[in-house]
């Protein structure tokens, strides 16, 4: 089996153990050093399992009540998580939460700024006619750039997190992408982390979460429901 222990972001003694494995195994002659991805949730910030790291990127989405249990208030869960841009060159926000300016606040290196509601940010995003049960499609725009980008996960939600997905990538590597965000090999979109998409003929019916956050079911109809309609 898995000598970790299957956690979001694993304990200090896994997680340092990995890192120094995957910088082991990189190939000694590439011009590129090797790039991890990883989620930090608020826990591991809490309890500072990652205080010795220092992230070229990090990206800040939004804020939910699902974590209330662990930090009791939403500005603790807030200051938790606002810790990790403190520790990054490079801060890509969604200005389309509220928490966005606390951390900006944070933030200690160059800021970038995302929306899928205004175009007062560096990257905007723009739904487009014909996203339905293949995924969302969108155009993302920037001063530099104008991209049609296609994401093959239902929901608004999928909008926000590939376009910053997509401006991470763009900024770590200081490039241009010139194409869509497609799925990875072998992987059904519609049965994605939590989410589970039940199809009747050629429509979505419901979605499920399971295990239910606090507000997962509310978003879940509001989610299917644009689809859903013809």
Same mark, same amino acid.
Not at 54 to 81: I, P
């Given at each position: ?26 190939? $000694? ?6 790039? /991890?991805?990883?989620?930090? *949730?608020?826990?591991? &910030?809490? !309890? +500072? #399992?990652? $205080? ?6 990090? /990206?800040?989405?939004?804020? *939910?009540?699902?974590? &209330?249990? !662990? +930090? #009791? ?158």
């Amino acid at each position: 089996g898995s000598p970790y222990s299957g956690m979001t972001t694993p304990e200090p003694a896994e997680l340092y153990s990995l890192l120094a494995r995957m910088a082991a195994d990189a190939p $000694a002659d590439s011009p590129h050093p090797p790039t /991890v991805v990883m989620e930090v *949730t608020s826990h591991a &910030l809490a !309890f +500072h #399992k990652v $205080a010795p790291l220092r992230f070229a990127v990090s /990206v800040f989405t939004n804020l *939910t009540q699902d974590h &209330l249990d !662990f +930090h #009791k208030t939403m500005e603790a869960y807030a200051d938790a998580k606002a810790s990790l841009f403190a520790q990054s060159r490079c801060s890509v926000l969604c200005i389309d939460s509220p928490y966005a300016e606390r951390m900006r606040r944070q933030g200690e290196g160059r800021v970038v700024t995302c929306s899928s509601a205004s175009r007062n940010a560096d990257y905007s995003a723009f739904p487009l006619s014909g996203s339905g049960r293949e995924g969302v499609q969108y155009r993302l725009e920037a001063a530099h750039l104008s991209l049609r980008l296609f994401c093959p996960i239902l929901g608004h939600f999928s909008i926000t997190n590939s376009m910053q997905a997509a401006v991470a990538a763009m900024e770590r590597a200081s490039i241009r992408a010139t194409a869509a965000i497609w799925p990875f090999p072998g992987l059904d979109p519609s049965r994605l982390g939590k989410f589970l998409v039940v199809w009747r003929m050629d429509r979505p019916l419901c979605m499920g979460v399971s295990p239910a956050p606090k507000q997962g079911p509310q978003k879940a109809v509001r989610t299917v429901a644009p689809a859903a309609i013809r």
